[in-house]
């Protein structure tokens, strides 16, 4: 069983205007926009996907390939790749935020 899945478009941008990290989604670009501080150091989101699976859908699958184009256009900014994947059992679009 072999998948090939189209994940959104990706931009972040470092802003010296920028407080905190944001992420939001664009549904008229399918694009994820995350804005970040200069200097935030650790992780920061860039793009993800959800992908509903089969029922019965065997753990410990791969090999798994992600790849992407970075265009890295301030310099000092450096990129290191990282990626992960969760599995949950049941998900909602719903969005809630805490003050």
Do not use: C, E
Request: charged share 10%; aromatic share 14%.
């Amino acid at each position: 069983m072999s998948y090939t899945l189209s994940v959104p478009n990706a931009v972040v941008t470092y802003s010296p205007a920028a407080t905190t990290a944001t992420t939001v989604f664009d549904g008229a670009t399918n694009t994820w926009r995350t804005t970040v501080p200069l200097g935030l150091g650790g992780n920061i989101f860039l793009d993800g996907l959800g992908f509903r699976v089969p029922v019965n859908y065997p753990g410990g699958v791969g090999p798994v390939t992600w790849s992407g184009r970075f265009a890295v256009d301030q310099p000092g900014i450096k990129v290191n790749w990282n990626w992960a994947a969760a599995v949950y059992t049941s998900f909602s679009t719903t969005t809630t935020r805490s003050a």
